[in-house]
T-cell receptor, first 115, second 113 residues
Framework: AQSVTQPDIHITVSEGASLELRCNYS??????LFWYVQSPGQGLQLLLK??????LVQGIKGFEAEFKRSQSSFNLRKPSVHWSDAAEYFC?????????????FGQGTILTVHP | EAEVAQSPRYKITEKSQAVAFWCDPI?????LYWYRQILGQGPELLVQ????????DSQLPKDRFSAERLKGVDSTLKIQPAELGDSAMYLC???????????FGQGTRLTVV
């Protein structure tokens, strides 16, 4: 069975500092990996996705993520955090084809940004 | 900008009552998903539709939950009777055929008292 672990429940950073959110997955085949962001009381917005090819993927809002098969990781990074980045971030794994939207999510990481 | 519409945004219901949520996907999106997100956890898939057909409802508690998408467009998720443990955010998402991104609605926050 597939699973996703986000080891950090809550991370606090200062505005302008760099950010890395960790994600480890377990999946029997080639994983399709996603990062979503959720503002309080809102739905999920896709930040970026990895299917194949270049292991460093760029997303919206200045985010990037690196796929490391040997470590079963897909960590999200941003070089300089803005106050508006405060939200909850979810890593997810899924299959391809007709199963693209059938995702297994991690429990999420809440990001707090201090001015 | 096209978006997935859900209503109501918030719902408070008493234990043992029936409750229903509605979702209108992005126009033309054949695949529709209902997810449940318990506070402090990530979303969990309840049911997937392809047009009007259920593709996967293996995680749907069928003794009390039902979902339909009669004309292959909008969808309704029903709970009867509601239990305290059903308190959660219910998210609807849709995806166009041949694409990889599912778009999520803003969700319905259910509180069972």
């Amino acid at each position: 069975a597939q699973s996703v672990t986000q080891p950090d429940i809550h991370i606090t950073v200062s505005e302008g500092a760099s950010l890395e959110l960790r994600c480890n997955y377990s999946y029997g085949a080639t994983p399709y990996l996603f990062w979503y962001v959720q503002s309080p009381g809102q739905g999920l917005q896709l930040l970026l996705k990895y299917f194949s090819g270049d292991t460093l993927v760029q997303g919206i809002k200045g985010f990037e993520a690196e796929f490391k098969r040997s470590q079963s990781s897909f960590n999200l990074r941003k070089p300089s955090v803005h106050w508006s980045d405060a939200a909850e971030y979810f890593c997810a794994v899924g299959a391809g084809g007709t199963s693209y939207g059938k995702l297994t999510f991690g429990q999420g990481t809440i990001l707090t940004v201090h001015p | 900008e096209a978006e997935v519409a859900q209503s109501p945004r918030y719902k408070i219901t008493e234990k043992s009552q029936a409750v229903a949520f509605w979702c209108d996907p992005i126009s033309g999106h054949a695949t529709l998903y209902w997810y449940r997100q318990i506070l402090g956890q990530g979303p969990e898939l309840l049911v997937q539709f392809q047009d009007e057909s259920v593709v996967d409802d293996s995680q749907l508690p069928k003794d009390r939950f039902s979902a339909e998408r009669l004309k292959g467009v909008d969808s309704t998720l029903k709970i009867q009777p509601a239990e305290l443990g059903d308190s959660a955010m219910y998210l609807c998402a849709s995806r166009a055929t041949g694409t990889s991104e599912a778009f999520f609605g803003q969700g319905t926050r259910l509180t069972v008292v």
